[in-house]
C-alpha cells in the first residue's frame, strides 16, 4: 500500500526570511549584472519566483525548459532561482559546472513526501514495472526510476511506453490527470502532493465562476481533480501562459501557483487574470513558500560569494542521469 505524504517543514504562506545586504534596489541589480558577467554566469528562473527575479534573469521557463536551458549551457556557472530538485537536476546535468542557489532551504513538498529509502521500499511491491518519475523529486528517488518526466511532457511519455507496467510517483493528482488522458487507470500511485495545488477551494471556485460567467478556469495538473473538472485547459506553467495567449477569452481564472501571473499578464495585458483562490482567504497559499525562499539580496549573494552550491554524490548522479537523458530524448 502506498506510504502516506510527509509534510514539510515550511507552512504554506510562511515569509522567506533574507539577509540584510546593504545595497539600494538599483545598486543589487546593477551588482547582479556585473557578477553574472565576470562569473560567466546564467540566471535561470522558474515562472514562481518573484517578479524582480525572473525579470533579471536570463531564461525563465517551466521546469522541462529549464532541464533542457540547463543541458545546453555554456556558461561556467549555473544560477538557478527555482526549487531544490530543479537546482539538482542541472547539477546532473553539468557535473562540472558550479550550480549555485539564492537558498538551499527551497524544497518542495512533493519531492520531501517522497523519502528514496522508503520509496525503494514501497517499489519492491511491484517487480516488472517501470517506474516514471515528476521531476519534482530528490535525485535519490531519480536514480531508482527509469524515465523521468514533467507536467508538460507526463502524458506522452507514459503513452510512449505502450502497455508496459508502469509505477507513477510522487505526484498523485498529476497522476490521476495522467491515467485519465493516457488511458492508463491501471497506473500505480505514489500518494504525494503539492501543498499549494492541494489548497485550491472548489467551493470558492464556483463561487467565482458565478461572479465571472464568462471567465474560463486554466489549472495545473498539480491541482486535485476538484479544481480539474471545471478546468478548460490544464497544462504545465508554460503551456497554460501559451494558452492564455491564444484562447479568445478575455477573463481567465488561473489555477496555479500565483508568480505565474507576473509573465502572463504581459503576454496578454488585455485580458483579465483571476488567481484561483484557496479555502482560507486570509492566507496567501497559492504562493509556493519554497519558491518564494529566494530573493533579489539571496540572488546577489549567492552570485557573489558562489554558495550555496548544490552537489549530487557521484554515484547517484550517474545512476539519475539515464531517466532524466531519456526524458530529453523522448521530448524533443
Ligand atoms: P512546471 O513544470 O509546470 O513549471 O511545474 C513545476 C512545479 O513545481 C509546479 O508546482
Ligand atoms: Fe513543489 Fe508545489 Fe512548490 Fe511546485 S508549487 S515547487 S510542486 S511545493
Not at 547582479?32 to 525572473?54: D, F, G, P, W
Not at 554558495?307 to 545512476?319: C, G, I, K, T, Y
Request: proline share 7%; aromatic share 4%.
Amino acid at each position: 500500500m502506498s506510504e502516506p505524504t510527509k509534510l514539510p517543514v515550511v507552512a504554506a504562506g510562511q515569509p522567506a526570511p533574507s539577509p540584510s545586504v546593504d545595497l539600494s534596489p538599483d545598486e543589487l541589480e546593477r551588482e547582479i549584472a556585473r557578477l553574472r558577467k565576470e562569473r560567466n554566469a546564467v540566471i535561470l528562473a522558474h515562472y514562481y519566483q518573484e517578479s524582480e527575479i525572473q525579470d533579471l534573469a536570463d531564461f525563465v521557463g517551466d521546469s522541462l525548459q529549464l532541464s533542457q536551458a540547463a543541458a545546453k549551457t555554456d556558461a561556467d556557472v549555473i544560477v538557478f532561482c527555482g526549487v531544490h530538485f530543479m537546482a539538482e537536476t542541472a547539477k546532473i546535468l553539468n557535473p562540472h559546472k558550479a550550480v549555485v542557489v539564492p537558498d538551499l532551504d527551497a524544497g518542495c513538498s512533493l519531492a520531501d513526501g517522497c523519502p528514496a529509502p522508503v520509496f525503494q521500499r514501497w517499489l519492491e511491491q511491484f517487480p516488472g514495472h517501470t517506474v516514471v518519475s515528476y521531476i519534482n523529486c530528490s535525485a535519490e528517488v531519480k536514480a531508482l526510476s527509469d524515465v523521468i518526466c514533467t507536467s508538460s511532457n507526463a502524458v506522452k511519455i507514459v503513452k510512449a511506453l505502450g502497455d508496459q507496467k508502469i509505477v507513477f510517483a510522487p505526484d498523485r493528482h498529476l497522476g490521476a490527470f495522467v491515467a485519465k488522458e493516457a488511458n492508463r487507470p491501471d497506473l500505480v500511485m505514489w500518494q504525494g502532493a503539492c501543498i499549494v495545488h492541494e489548497t485550491f477551494s472548489e467551493r470558492r471556485l464556483i463561487e467565482l465562476m458565478v461572479r465571472h460567467p464568462e471567465a474560463e478556469v486554466i489549472a495545473h495538473p498539480e491541482c486535485h481533480e476538484g479544481i480539474l473538472r471545471h478546468a478548460k485547459h490544464v497544462a504545465s506553467t508554460s503551456g497554460l501562459i501559451t494558452y492564455a495567449k491564444r484562447c479568445e477569452a478575455k477573463e481567465l481564472i488561473v489555477a496555479t501557483e500565483s508568480g505565474i501571473l507576473h509573465k502572463m499578464q504581459r503576454e496578454v495585458p488585455d485580458k483579465l487574470l483571476i488567481p484561483a483562490p484557496p479555502e482560507d482567504e486570509s492566507c496567501s497559499c497559492n504562493e509556493c513558500p519554497f519558491m518564494r525562499r529566494n530573493t533579489l539580496e539571496k540572488l546577489y549573494l549567492c552570485l557573489r560569494d558562489l554558495a550555496p552550491q548544490v552537489d549530487v554524490p557521484e554515484a547517484v548522479r550517474v545512476r539519475a542521469l539515464a531517466p532524466i537523458q531519456r526524458m530529453l530524448e523522448l521530448s524533443v
